[in-house]
């Protein structure tokens, strides 16, 4: 194809894609509408990652230095599809700014968002400074000052995680697992013991979800080597009792209610349908499933595609997706734009 292919998001799924197609010849134009590439992991200064205990700066860093500056990769920063036009073969995509940019195929890689937690309020964010979200702590312990209680700096004592904020949550429409939370809040656990030796953590849970080979080096590990403990419980609400937080609920293997103080409080948040996602439907003129992300037209047979011929979707633009299966996906869909071919050509140019 003479023409670039358009991916838009840099995050893992768009580098990964960028890479694959600049790796075999492929002209490329990433638009990434923030000012730095790396997606969530870089945006949102993760730690480090599952499954690999690399910090996500050099990870998803190493993903982006091998894409910014190459030759036939042209990189939009700040930058967003405001129109796109044509057909497949030849689009026209016109930025925000009036730039026009030329493209016979697209992939969408525009990712997810991270579910906002003054949406459960009962469980306290937004009320109490000391109860954070797992996107916070990951960050505490990238900056490496370690973990703290936000409101007086102090070293807490006793740390609850609570599972399942925004996920798994019909009342408030959000009925899908979010898939890597269980695994990434059991890493963050044993990061926290192993910051902070004095420090107990807590895991409130309504089932564990580390699914695959995680079960062994996460759920098993963060129990049996760094003595994180876990609570089946149904959580009513997060208070205060002036001095510490207090996590109030059923536990559900005793039955019985429990009301157990702690310094701070960590909700394990899940991944929202990116907030762009009506808009990016209704630019490229592709469906949203009935969550809210951005639909796949097949499972199996069309691995990549949207509705719209011409147009690819991959990562957690799809829905929530971890990491490596991200990176896979951008690379399925490199291959899929790569081979796509106009109905009525014979090749793409
Ligand atoms: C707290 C937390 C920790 C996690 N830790 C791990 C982990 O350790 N291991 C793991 O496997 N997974 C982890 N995940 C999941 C991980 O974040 C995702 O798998 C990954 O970010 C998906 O990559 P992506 O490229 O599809 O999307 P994203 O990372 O969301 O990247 C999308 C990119 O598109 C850009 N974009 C969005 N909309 C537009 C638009 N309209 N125009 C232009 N650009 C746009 C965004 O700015 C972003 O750069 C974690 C998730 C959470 C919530
Ligand atoms: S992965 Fe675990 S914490 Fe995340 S939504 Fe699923 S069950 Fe809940």
Not at 38 to 45: E, F, R, T, Y
Not at 250 to 259: A, C
Not at 318 to 341: H, R, V, W, Y
């Amino acid at each position: 194809m003479t023409k670039p292919v358009l991916i838009v998001g840099g995050g893992p799924a768009g580098l990964s894609a960028a890479h694959a197609l600049a790796s075999a010849g492929q002209k490329v134009v990433l638009v990434e509408k923030e000012d730095r590439l790396g997606g969530a992991p870089i945006l949102d200064g993760y730690a480090k990652l599952v499954p690999s205990h690399e910090w996500a700066k050099d990870a998803i860093g190493a993903m982006v230095d091998r894409v910014q500056g190459r030759e036939g990769v042209d990189v939009r920063l700040n930058a967003q599809v405001q129109s796109f036009d044509g057909e497949p073969g030849a689009f026209t995509a016109t930025l925000k700014d009036g730039t026009k940019i030329e493209a016979g195929s697209t992939i969408l890689t525009t990712g997810f968002t991270h579910f906002d937690s003054v949406n459960k309020p009962e469980w306290g964010f937004g009320t109490y400074p000391d109860v954070v979200t797992t996107v916070q702590v990951e960050q505490m312990i990238s900056s490496g000052k370690g973990i703290r209680c936000p409101s007086d700096g102090r070293v807490p004592d006793r740390v609850a995680i609570l599972l399942c904020v925004g996920s798994r949550d019909r009342q408030i429409g959000r009925e899908w697992c979010s898939k890597i939370c269980c695994t990434v809040s059991a890493n963050i656990a044993m990061e926290i013991r192993e910051l902070s030796p004095k420090t107990n953590v807590y895991i409130y849970y309504m089932d564990i979800r580390t699914f695959g080979l995680y079960e062994g080096d996460y759920y098993w590990a963060s129990q049996e080597v760094h003595k994180v403990k876990y609570i089946k419980a149904r959580i009513a609400e997060v208070t205060s009792d002036g001095k510490r937080l207090l996590v109030k609920g059923e536990d559900t293997l005793i039955k019985r209610p429990v009301s157990i103080p702690f310094d701070m409080v960590v909700h394990a948040i899940g991944m929202d349908p990116n907030v762009d996602n009506m808009t990016i439907s209704s630019v490229f003129g592709v469906d949203l499933n009935k969550y809210g992300y951005i639909a796949k037209q097949s499972t199996y047979a069309h691995l990549a595609e949207t509705n719209r011929p011409g147009v690819f979707v991959a990562g957690a633009a799809t829905g929530p997706e971890t990491i490596d299966d991200s990176i896979a996906q951008g690379q399925a869909a490199a291959m899929a734009a790569l081979n796509f071919k106009p109905a009525g050509k014979v090749a793409a140019e």
